[in-house]
């Protein structure tokens, strides 16, 4: 029998497989597009899901007794952010990812 801690656990790892999903899915059909039969858009469905995570994560935090407390680090943020502009001006550099003309735009 699982803990509720443990059970919360799984509710995350679903959670963050269900925003990888629809995120892969919006790469090949854009943020725009809404899929038929469907009123929202892949980008109002990617912000559905990652409510859903961050409600598991919040509820987590209530539930496991200090054991477990998540906050957002926005340190930690901004060097995931700095790590994978890294790697994307590589990916740049060997050709497989085109140049982002609407971020040079913006810095004109």
């Known amino acids: ?5 443990q059970y919360l656990l799984v509710k995350i790892a679903e959670e963050a497989a269900e925003v990888a999903q629809i995120a892969l899915k919006t ?6 597009e809404t899929q038929p039969g469907r009123a929202e858009s892949n980008a109002q469905r990617i912000y ?3 409510n859903d995570l961050n ?4 509820r987590l935090n209530d539930v496991a007794f200090g054991e477990f407390h998540y906050e957002p680090d ?3 943020m901004s060097q995931k952010m700095a790590k994978v502009e890294h790697y994307l001006a590589y990916s740049r550099s060997l050709g497989l990812v085109e ?3 609407t971020e040079d735009a913006k810095h004109d």
């Open 74 to 76: 926005h340190i930690a």
């Open 27 to 32: 790469a090949h059909f854009g943020l725009s």
């Open 1 to 5: 029998m699982m803990t509720l801690s």
């Open 48 to 50: 559905a899901e990652l």
């Open 55 to 58: 409600a598991m994560v919040l």
């Open 99 to 101: 140049a982002d003309t």
